[in-house]
């Protein structure tokens, strides 16, 4: 093809009219009026949802169309992710109750077994199992993964603990749940575990691990500035 006709046909092209376009339904318009005057004097009316602004719903069709993200508080649906067994020991005082020469991997044992056997699950179907501890050095793995094996729960059953203060053990129960919701895992154990009498004492800088306390409490080289500082003036 010469040179020509090549320029004739990419002209012919650039001329030509634009292919027709589906078209494309404009989304619902939302009204928002500004915040009346008696509303921001702490006077809402019953009419006014929102403090700030108030924007009308969609239309009942567009309402219609809309995925449902949530199911109603008190019915039931198939991606539920229910608690089946719920197990405790007891609880006594520290450094002098009836656990306080009970080492806390024997406390998880027992709640182990009795939970597996309490939902009549075999512990080779769970999924994983989840503790949370905030009071020994590193969130108490090693000793829970022992637990969770003489409990009877195989060793390939995953294992992982979290250390998040005092909502340790309700984070275990929420992160088992995210797992099965998002299809990870079918089911699985989650816990909590704290030993007051053999944990250490948390403000203890003892029981804590390797850190730089000096720079914790008192500031990245604060000492230093101040011992430069004194000496200056002497």
Do not use: W
């Not at 006594?92 to 056997?117: I, Q, R, S, W, Y």
């Amino acid at each position: 093809m010469s040179s020509a006709s090549r320029l004739e046909r990419l002209a012919a092209h650039l001329h030509a009219p634009p292919a027709a376009e589906a078209a494309v339904p404009a989304p619902p318009a939302l009204e928002v009026r500004p915040l009346p005057r008696e509303a921001a004097r702490g006077c809402f009316p019953p009419d006014l949802p929102n403090p700030r602004t108030h924007a009308t719903q969609r239309s009942p069709t567009a309402a219609a169309s809309q995925p449902a993200v949530f199911g109603k508080v008190g019915s039931k649906n198939a991606s539920d992710v229910v608690v089946v067994a719920a197990v405790r020991t007891a609880v006594t005082k520290a450094k002098k109750g009836a656990f306080k020469d009970t080492t806390p991997d024997e406390l998880l044992k027992a709640v182990f077994e009795a939970v597996v056997k309490k939902a009549g699950v075999a512990p080779e179907k769970l999924g994983e199992v989840v503790v949370g501890n905030v009071q020994t050095i590193g969130s108490y793995v090693t000793p829970g993964r022992a637990a969770q094996i003489r409990a009877g729960i195989p060793a390939e059953v995953p294992f992982r603990t979290l250390n998040q203060q005092c909502a340790s053990g309700l984070s275990a129960i929420a992160l088992l749940a995210a797992d099965i919701a998002t299809g990870a895992v079918e089911s699985g154990v989650a816990s909590g575990v704290e030993h007051m009498s053999t944990g250490g004492n948390p403000g203890d800088p003892s029981s804590l691990p390797p850190m730089n306390l000096g720079a914790i409490f008192v500031g990245s080289g604060s000492r230093a500035r101040r011992r430069a500082r004194t000496k200056e003036r002497s």
